[in-house]
């Protein structure tokens, strides 16, 4: 299996060195991520297109793209049988989110369906590279961000268990966010990573995950894409509790 030093954070990317191996799929934990938005802001408005989702953001372009990615996410997570069942709040801070130590792009609060999410201006700023799928990280690159959240959001509308593992979860995540990007990008991405799809009887796993994450997003973004019934392994992996999920 091939090792890389990944450069994404949490389910987008962490600093370089020794972090946390699971930082990766904290994303998907219940956790409280406290923030603090600026007073100017104005209160959160649902998308033209998209009611089901909110943002709250300063910059209307940004709103804009936010609100793109979000939609695109919902109708794909549809299309498997997840429809989104309550509004999703999504906040944008421009400040670094900090999650013990390390810096996370977004956090998702499912307590009160919030997703928070670093401004792409505080991204940019905050790290002196910032990456996603070991490329720079871009507007295109921060929908399918907007994209990941989405789904654990959605997620978590339909799980049937408390899981001891986050990785089935990131699986999907990872699913939506590469389905999201423009299908050159996505090839792209999918070429220069050169790994194969999930086999039969292969784990998916949370080191793997942790020391690969492109690898892990690419492996499974193909097997899904090759099943022949999607929305069951969807549900599949919506009953996964146990530390570890074997591909059937």
Not at 12 to 27: I, K
Not at 216 to 236: I, N
């Amino acid at each position: 299996m091939k090792q890389r030093q990944e450069h994404a954070h949490r389910l987008f990317r962490r600093w370089r060195g020794a972090t946390a191996l699971l930082s990766l799929a904290v994303t998907i934990m219940i956790q409280i991520m406290p923030t603090t938005v600026p007073a100017a802001i104005e209160p959160a408005e649902p998308c033209a297109d998209h009611s089901l989702v909110a943002v709250r953001a300063g910059d209307p372009q940004e709103m804009a793209l936010i609100c793109s990615f979000a939609g695109r996410a919902i109708e794909l997570l549809a299309a498997y049988g997840l429809a989104a069942e309550r509004r999703i709040n999504i906040e944008i801070v421009d400040e670094s989110i900090d999650n013990h130590g390390y810096i996370a792009y977004g956090s998702y609060d499912s307590r009160v369906d919030r997703i928070t999410l670093m401004s792409l201006a505080a991204v940019m700023s905050a790290l002196d590279d910032p990456q996603m799928y070991d490329e720079p990280f871009d507007e295109v690159h921060y929908g399918g961000a907007v994209a990941h959240e989405v789904a654990h959001a959605v997620m978590q509308h339909h799980l049937q268990v408390k899981p001891l593992s986050p990785t089935p979860q990131e699986y999907l995540a990872h699913v939506i966010q590469l389905g999201v990007l423009p299908e050159d990008r996505r090839q792209r991405i999918i070429d220069r990573t050169g790994v194969a799809a999930w086999e039969s009887g292969d784990t998916l796993a949370d080191a793997y995950m942790a020391l690969d994450q492109t690898g892990f997003a690419v492996k499974s973004y193909l097997h899904f894409s090759g099943l022949a019934d999607p929305a069951a392994f969807v549900h599949y992996l919506l009953r996964a509790r146990w530390f570890v999920t074997y591909v059937p």
